[in-house]
């Protein structure tokens, strides 16, 4: 198994723009699939973003669609979410997590490993 770890969150003004990062240990991140998931106080994890093994297959949860960018670069074992228009609804936990089964299973319970989450605050 890889585990991740996330960073770059912070606060920013709505409409700003942050770029997390999940950087992952071990050498075989290129075998795993790279997912994004959000957590608000009080409410459930949801999905946000997934990227397939090779990059090739992408998935968004349809608030995000169109402002949000999920990407990896295997060559350096991290996966990124770039996050433009930021709005204060998308104020959060984003957590970073890895798997090696389907990326289309969009679930949080069919990931194996997770980041300890970095804070998301934008401001109205």
């Known amino acids: 198994q890889v585990q991740p770890v996330e960073s770059g969150g912070g606060l920013v003004q709505t409409g700003g723009s942050l770029r997390l990062s999940c950087a992952a240990s071990?050498?075989?991140?290129?075998?795993?699939?790279v997912g994004w998931f959000r957590q608000a106080p009080g409410k459930e994890r949801d999905f946000v973003a997934a990227?397939?093994?090779?990059?090739?297959?992408?998935y968004y949860a349809d608030s995000v669609k169109g402002r949000f960018t999920i990407s990896r670069d295997n060559a350096k074992n991290t996966g990124y979410l770039q996050m433009n228009s930021l709005k204060p609804e998308d104020t959060a936990v984003y957590y970073c997590?890895?798997?090696?089964?389907?990326?289309?299973?969009?679930?949080?319970?069919?990931?194996?490993?997770w980041g300890q989450g970095t804070q998301v605050t934008v401001s109205s």
């Open positions: 997590a890895t798997k090696r089964a389907l990326v289309g299973d969009l679930r949080p319970l069919s990931y194996d490993s």
């Open positions: 071990g050498r075989t991140f290129s075998s795993y699939v």
């Open positions: 990227i397939s093994s090779s990059g090739a297959i992408i």
